[in-house]
């Protein structure tokens, strides 16, 4: 079945710590994104990314970090620059690429729940 | 700037009944909407999507939505709620320029009552 993999899916830090959040997809979509949830906050996009090798900062990209050196994988780092990291986040991705953009609907992962202590 | 409103935190409604759950919308251009359900420690899923056509669009489980131009609203509705439509439920939109940021609402929690 095709889908997106997040993992793990429970993590617990220590403050100071890095940390990286795996997602992966055998979807073959171009688009990847990475958002935070916090109760009552909705969803807030941290990063995105439209093709291999190339992403863009989305509202809340501070004290994060990711990289796209395959089509299959998204992973985030949550840096120790990142004050408040406890949190649940969510990896999706889209059909569409940098020429024909994208209508599409997001798939999102299952999830990772991540705390510090 | 793109936004998106869901001026409800809470719709609680009894089985069989119809439900609506509120969304406004900002952008500029024309927008693509969606509605997506979370159930407890998962993942969204998708339920449906306006992108351009008819005002009323039909997806998933029975849900459907209404596009309203001059309101700026795409409010989420059903027929009759079931129990296990009980879920938080989020609207998001993306600007029709073709741009890949797509913005959520805050959520909706939605409780169906037997």
């Known amino acids: 079945d095709g889908g997106i993999t997040q993992s793990p899916k429970y993590l617990f830090r220590k403050e100071g710590q890095n940390v990286t959040l795996s997602c992966e997809q055998n979807?073959?979509?171009?688009?990847m994104y990475w958002y935070r949830q916090d109760p009552g906050q909705g969803l807030r996009l941290i990063y995105y990314s439209q093709i291999v090798n190339d992403f863009q900062k989305g509202d809340i990209a501070e004290g994060y970090s990711v990289s796209r050196e395959k089509k299959e994988s998204f992973p985030l780092t949550v840096t120790s620059a990142q004050k408040n990291p406890t949190a649940f986040y969510l990896c999706?991705?889209?059909?569409?690429?940098?020429?024909?953009?994208?209508?599409?609907?997001?798939?999102f992962g299952e999830g990772s729940r991540l705390t510090v202590l | 700037a793109q936004s998106v409103a869901q001026p409800e935190d809470q719709v609680n409604v009894a089985e069989g009944n119809p439900l609506t759950v509120k969304c406004t919308y900002s952008?500029?251009?024309?927008?693509?909407l969606f509605w997506y359900v979370q159930y407890p420690n998962r993942g969204l899923q998708f339920l449906l999507k306006y992108i351009t056509g008819d005002n009323l669009v039909k997806g998933s489980y029975g849900f459907e939505a209404e596009f309203n131009k001059s309101q700026t609203s795409f409010h989420l509705k059903k027929p009759s709620a079931l129990v296990s439509d009980s879920a938080l439920y989020f609207c998001a939109v993306r600007e029709g320029t073709g741009g890949f940021k797509t913005i959520f609402g805050a959520g909706t929690r939605l409780f169906v009552k037997a």
């Open positions: 952008v500029s251009g024309n927008p693509y």
């Open positions: 979807l073959n979509h171009d688009a």
């Open positions: 999706a991705s889209s059909i569409g690429d940098a020429l024909t953009r994208s209508s599409g609907e997001l798939f």
